[in-house]
């Protein structure tokens, strides 16, 4: 079974830095793309990174670019999924998940097309 399961949230203060984990296990790597999400309260969960093995590409969205960075690194059987988070801002407050789909990004779609989803993690960008 795919599993996924996010770590590293926290309450940091703004301008600040945090770095999330999701620990990725049941599907190879390389047939996937992994990507985080968000939801912050009262809004709609987002898009916010995602990367690829399958053309090793990495995407983000507008208000994430230059403070945000998404990377991957396999072991064994288990691929980690980070996500490190600088010069944070109030407006980054928000369950951050982590998400796998096996194929592409189907970004037309607010989900982006995801097949499986983890629990979250919350992070809280206090001013």
């Known amino acids: 079974d795919v599993q996924l399961v996010e770590s590293g949230g926290g309450v940091v203060q703004a301008g600040g830095s945090l770095r999330l984990s999701c620990a990725a296990s049941g599907f190879e790597f390389h047939d996937y793309v992994i990507a985080w999400f968000r939801q912050a309260p009262g809004k709609a969960r987002e898009g916010v990174a995602s990367?690829?093995?399958?053309?090793?590409?990495?995407?983000?969205i507008d208000s994430v670019k230059g403070r945000f960075t998404i990377s991957s690194s396999s072991r064994s059987s288990k691929t980690t999924v980070y996500l490190v988070m600088d010069s944070l801002k109030s407006e980054d407050t928000a369950v951050y998940y982590c998400?796998?789909?096996?194929?592409?990004?189907?970004?037309?779609?607010?989900?982006?097309?995801?097949?499986?989803w983890g629990k979250g993690t919350l992070v809280t960008v206090s001013s």
């Open positions: 990367i690829s093995n399958v053309d090793e590409s990495t995407r983000y």
């Open positions: 998400s796998a789909l096996h194929g592409k990004l189907l970004l037309y779609r607010s989900d982006w097309g995801m097949d499986y």
